[in-house]
């Protein structure tokens, strides 16, 4: 369980009475479950919310600034945002008490060029060795949404790493293989999923070409290392977290029991994806229907 709710009010008194930060304890309790799940081995994972314009405002007043530090990158598109972003080195499975030391709140300058503190990282931390990729990819899902979705969270599920080392490291491979795992899969990630190959963890090169992928999808496998998802608020991207991780269970169980063969006997066909989709009014990914096994 989490602490009592004298974390959600962390440093200076807040400037209106009574105004509290829940994204705080929400973002440590998606870590919680995320580690719950196997998904976040010793520093595994991070994860991200962008504030929203009352939350913003709060802090602006309420917590003081530190210098600012250049970004990775340049992120016009997230410039004067603030963002509530787990440490560099912060472990999961400890995301529970005092979130101070594991969590931080940064606000991007007008410009997009640099960041600077305003709460957290009490122990001297700093934001995650992924924020410039979370940067690049907030903007570019703000872009997607119109603005709705607010949470990238970044795990390191066993299924999907493994199924990294099976498959063609390619959208429509892994989308086609995923979505005809389980009949809820059309329904979380009816864009599809992106695909990066082996980058080196934290570096511009992996943070660019997430950003790439993710202004077309809602989730991004990271080959031999991660799965990556947004979403609108905390349970929407661990749900499809959640989803996403339980079709590579189910591709994978489904194989295994098959001799290895992903050629299943009771495969779910393109016409069935159609129909699920038809039937609750979503857009599929064209691109990815028909032509080779469909
Ligand atoms: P951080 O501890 O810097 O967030 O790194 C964890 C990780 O999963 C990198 O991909
Ligand atoms: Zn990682």
Same mark, same amino acid.
């Given at each position: 369980m989490l602490g009592p709710s004298s974390f959600l009010r962390?440093? #200076? #008194?807040?400037?209106?009475?009574?105004?509290?930060?829940p994204c705080i304890a929400e973002l440590g309790a998606m870590a919680w479950r995320g580690f719950g799940q196997g998904w976040?081995? !010793?520093? $595994?994972g991070n994860a991200s919310y962008r504030l929203t314009a009352l939350e913003a405002a709060w802090v602006r007043e309420a917590c003081p600034a530190g210098p600012w530090e250049p970004l990775g990158a340049l992120a016009?598109?997230?410039?004067g945002e603030l963002f509530l972003v787990s440490a560099t080195?912060?472990?999961?499975?400890?995301?529970?008490?005092?979130?101070a030391p594991l969590l931080g709140i940064v606000e991007v300058d007008g410009e997009g060029l640099a960041w600077r503190h305003r709460?957290?990282?009490?122990?001297?931390g700093r934001p995650t060795s992924e924020f410039t990729g979370h940067l690049l990819i907030h903007q570019a899902r703000m872009a997607a949404t119109d603005g709705a979705a607010r949470v990238i969270y970044h795990a390191h599920p066993t299924s999907v790493v493994a199924l990294s080392k099976l498959l063609p490291l390619n959208p429509r491979t892994f989308t086609r293989a995923l979505w005809k795992a389980m009949t809820e899969s059309v329904m979380v990630f009816p864009e599809g999923l992106g695909v990066v190959g082996c980058l080196v963890p934290g570096s511009l090169e992996l943070a660019r070409a997430s950003a790439e992928q993710m202004r077309r999808f809602p989730a991004v496998i990271w080959a031999s290392h991660g799965l990556l998802a947004s979403g609108e608020g905390f349970d929407d991207a661990f749900g499809r977290m959640h989803a996403i991780v339980k079709a590579a269970d189910i591709h994978l169980a489904a194989r295994t029991a098959n001799g $290895?063969?992903? !050629?299943? #006997?009771?495969e779910l066909p393109d016409a069935t994806l159609r129909a699920i989709a038809e039937g609750l009014g979503l857009q599929l990914n064209e691109a990815f229907l028909g032509g080779e096994g469909a």
């Amino acid at each position: 369980m989490l602490g009592p709710s004298s974390f959600l009010r962390p440093g #200076p #008194p807040p400037a209106a009475e009574g105004f509290e930060l829940p994204c705080i304890a929400e973002l440590g309790a998606m870590a919680w479950r995320g580690f719950g799940q196997g998904w976040h081995e !010793r520093n $595994g994972g991070n994860a991200s919310y962008r504030l929203t314009a009352l939350e913003a405002a709060w802090v602006r007043e309420a917590c003081p600034a530190g210098p600012w530090e250049p970004l990775g990158a340049l992120a016009p598109g997230v410039g004067g945002e603030l963002f509530l972003v787990s440490a560099t080195g912060s472990c999961f499975h400890a995301m529970e008490g005092d979130l101070a030391p594991l969590l931080g709140i940064v606000e991007v300058d007008g410009e997009g060029l640099a960041w600077r503190h305003r709460w957290g990282f009490s122990d001297g931390g700093r934001p995650t060795s992924e924020f410039t990729g979370h940067l690049l990819i907030h903007q570019a899902r703000m872009a997607a949404t119109d603005g709705a979705a607010r949470v990238i969270y970044h795990a390191h599920p066993t299924s999907v790493v493994a199924l990294s080392k099976l498959l063609p490291l390619n959208p429509r491979t892994f989308t086609r293989a995923l979505w005809k795992a389980m009949t809820e899969s059309v329904m979380v990630f009816p864009e599809g999923l992106g695909v990066v190959g082996c980058l080196v963890p934290g570096s511009l090169e992996l943070a660019r070409a997430s950003a790439e992928q993710m202004r077309r999808f809602p989730a991004v496998i990271w080959a031999s290392h991660g799965l990556l998802a947004s979403g609108e608020g905390f349970d929407d991207a661990f749900g499809r977290m959640h989803a996403i991780v339980k079709a590579a269970d189910i591709h994978l169980a489904a194989r295994t029991a098959n001799g $290895g063969s992903d !050629r299943f #006997p009771n495969e779910l066909p393109d016409a069935t994806l159609r129909a699920i989709a038809e039937g609750l009014g979503l857009q599929l990914n064209e691109a990815f229907l028909g032509g080779e096994g469909a």
